[in-house]
């Protein structure tokens, strides 16, 4: 049997996952496994939230994606520009091929600041390592004011996230005694405060409670950086002092550079074999996805699995029907020391517990193992 020809299109938590799960089921004379990233460094974007209240600076939460590999995946280090699915191949910048039978594509999400026109001088966020240290210095500059947080557009990375950080700066403000000196607005797209709406439900009363306003229906459409405003396309226009916005979100060039995504460059996957609809030798995982799940780290761990056993069993002759359940479990901090857990599927919605100190620092405990744990594939 010829050896199979496994390329994995970026090394985020999912990418890395499989490229070691594949590893772990299949031999070197039944596949040759490579995985292209394009910095070869790996980054535990969670962290970022922390940054910006002097938590960990962002350099502990990255490695080098070598160390995180089994020896029998190939690194290669580069920038891929095309993918043809006719011919199977994907083209890296300097005009190398590289052939596949399989093709995982984890190349995850991509900011677009520049949908938005002011955006660039306006608006704060954490979605970068550089933009978390640029906001950690805003935070430690502010006064009193108006705080305008929200989500410029649907889909977008981590969903929790932008609650977390609304929740975390209200416990930030008042140990500083700004609190009373500062009001807070959420902003959301869509007509409730979360994208699913028990947790929506959930939240909605604790943002009540600590007097935390929010705007519904908010879809962004400019942001004046001179006039410090910052305008939906329902025509309503809201004042700030500092603006902590979630750009939006859009799939990856080579996506829509190979004809592969949607009008926003999601790849069209199986919500459950997790396969391209077109080309069934590709697989999407992760951010990279249209699936109606979390663009999240917690949805691309399970997913990844998924894969894994679906094309080891397909190369050893024993196909496996293993499906993606929409399984996600994540974390949602709501400040003072507290945090819920969001666990759900296609068909669960999440059912969050009630805040305490255990989920935080279960969170906590995550954030420091997800090196040893996740990326490795030991859970």
């Known amino acids: 049997m010829a050896v199979k020809q496994i390329v994995v299109l970026g090394g985020g938590v999912g990418g890395t996952l499989v490229a070691n799960l594949l590893a772990g089921q299949l031999t070197r004379k039944q596949a040759q496994?490579?995985?292209?990233?394009?910095?070869?460094?790996?980054?535990?974007?969670?962290?970022?939230?922390?940054?910006?209240?002097?938590?960990?600076?962002?350099?502990?939460?990255?490695?080098?994606?070598?160390?995180?590999l089994r020896r029998s995946v190939d690194?290669?280090?580069?920038?891929?520009?095309?993918?043809?699915?006719?011919?199977?191949?994907?083209?890296?910048?300097?005009?190398?091929?590289?052939?596949?039978?399989?093709?995982?594509?984890?190349?995850?999400?991509?900011?677009?600041?520049?949908?938005?026109?002011?955006?660039?001088?306006g608006a704060h966020h954490f979605y970068s390592a550089e933009a978390a240290l640029r906001l950690h210095a805003a935070l430690r500059e502010f006064t009193g004011g108006k705080?305008?947080?929200?989500?410029?557009?649907?889909?977008?990375?981590?969903?929790?996230?932008?609650?977390?950080?609304?929740?975390m700066l209200e416990d930030e403000l008042r140990k500083r005694g700004l609190r009373e000196k500062t009001e807070i607005t959420y902003l959301s797209p869509i007509g409730r405060v979360f994208t699913i709406e028990s947790v929506a439900t959930f939240v909605t009363p604790m943002l009540e409670e600590r007097g935390i306003n929010y705007e519904l229906f908010f879809n962004t459409e400019s942001i004046d950086p001179v006039e410090r405003t910052v305008s939906s396309l329902e025509?309503?226009?809201?004042?700030?002092?500092?603006?902590?916005?979630?750009?939006?979100?859009?799939?990856?060039?080579?996506?829509?550079?190979?004809?592969?995504?949607?009008?926003q460059g999601w790849l069209p996957t199986d919500?459950?074999?997790?396969?391209?609809?077109?080309?069934?030798?590709?697989?999407?995982?992760?951010?990279?996805?249209?699936?109606?799940?979390?663009?999240?780290?917690?949805?691309?761990?399970?997913?990844?699995?998924?894969?894994?056993?679906?094309?080891?069993?397909?190369?050893?002759g024993k196909?496996?029907?293993?499906?993606?359940?929409?399984?996600?479990?994540?974390?949602l901090e709501t400040g003072y020391g507290q945090a819920t857990q969001l666990v759900f599927d296609y068909h669960h919605p999440p059912q969050p517990p009630k805040p305490s100190a255990y989920y935080h620092y279960e969170k906590a405990l995550l954030n420091r193992a997800y090196w040893h744990l996740v990326p490795t594939g030991i859970v």
């Open 75 to 121: 690194l290669l280090i580069g920038d891929a520009v095309k993918i043809d699915p006719h011919e199977r191949f994907v083209e890296m910048v300097d005009g190398a091929q590289l052939p596949f039978d399989y093709l995982i594509i984890s190349t995850g999400a991509r900011l677009d600041p520049d949908a938005v026109p002011g955006y660039r001088e």
């Open 147 to 167: 705080v305008v947080i929200g989500v410029a557009d649907i889909p977008y990375k981590c969903p929790p996230a932008p609650l977390e950080f609304t929740f």
């Open 271 to 316: 919500r459950e074999t997790l396969q391209h609809k077109q080309f069934p030798y590709i697989y999407g995982l992760g951010d990279a996805t249209d699936l109606p799940v979390s663009k999240s780290g917690a949805a691309a761990h399970f997913e990844a699995k998924v894969i894994a056993h679906r094309i080891a069993g397909e190369i050893k």
């Open 33 to 68: 496994i490579t995985l292209i990233d394009r910095t070869g460094k790996h980054v535990y974007q969670p962290g970022w939230l922390y940054v910006p209240f002097g938590g960990a600076p962002p350099e502990r939460w990255e490695r080098n994606e070598r160390s995180l």
């Open 319 to 331: 196909p496996s029907d293993e499906r993606y359940h929409g399984q996600v479990m994540c974390f």
């Open 235 to 263: 025509g309503t226009t809201l004042p700030y002092d500092l603006l902590v916005l979630v750009p939006p979100h859009r799939g990856a060039k080579i996506i829509v550079d190979s004809g592969l995504g949607d009008g």
